[in-house]
């Protein structure tokens, strides 16, 4: 009988230049909270840039997030390039952890998302949180976790949310130049920004609400400036 195939984790968090405190802290948090859990689970943890690959990063992190058995993700830092990779393993309906550094708060609702907040300075926290991720991860389900079928939406219902979307954030642009002279955008850089993704995730041709997602999501993974630019703008208001 032959060996079972070891599982694999996939691990999204900040990673930053060599030396810096965010790289140490990713590194410390890799080493002695989510390696040990990994290991004692029969799973294999990679880190992106620990792994060894011939291809295309983006393309890289695309195929984890689709095939790792189990996604673990570090939103410590809100870290855009995470967020959008986060976005895009939810999307697909596979296992997600998110974890978090203590006493830092997560800037969106992520109700249905398993989180759990560590502490690397706090040796009795960091058992504690060793257990609490084995207890996660022991209870997820991962022999059914694909996503189902589901049936196809109307295109012209999916293009009106489409719509709705860009005019929320278009409105929200506006409310910027208005209201924010210290913030000065140009809106023709906004709509050349949107057109962009719409044009590219809209090559595959998707005929599901989920399929557009997911596309527009792998080029938010591939052009993370430019999704920056476009969360600065929306965020901006709400930061007078």
Known sequence: MGEKKQKTCFIVCPISSEGSDIRKNSDKLLK???????????????????HFHNEQITDEIIKYLEEAELVIADTTTNNPNCFYEIGYRKAISKPLIL????????????SGINSLSYNLQDLDN???FKKKLEGNISILDFENSYP??????????????????????????DLINTENKGYNKNIASFTAIISSLIQKANNSHPKTEEE???SVFKEA???????SKIMAMVDAPNKK
């Open 148 to 173: 189902k079928n589901k049936t196809d939406k109307n295109s012209d219902e999916i293009l009106n949310k489409i719509f709705q979307l860009l005019l929320s954030l278009e409105n929200k642009l």
């Open 212 to 214: 557009y997602v997911l």
């Open 32 to 50: 002695h909270l989510i390696q040990p859990v990994c290991n004692k689970l029969g799973f294999e943890a990679i880190r992106i840039d620990k």
């Open 126 to 128: 960091v058992e504690e």
């Open 221 to 227: 993974i591939k052009n993370p400036d430019n999704f």
């Open 99 to 110: 974890i978090r550094s203590v006493g830092e708060d997560l800037p969106f609702d992520i």
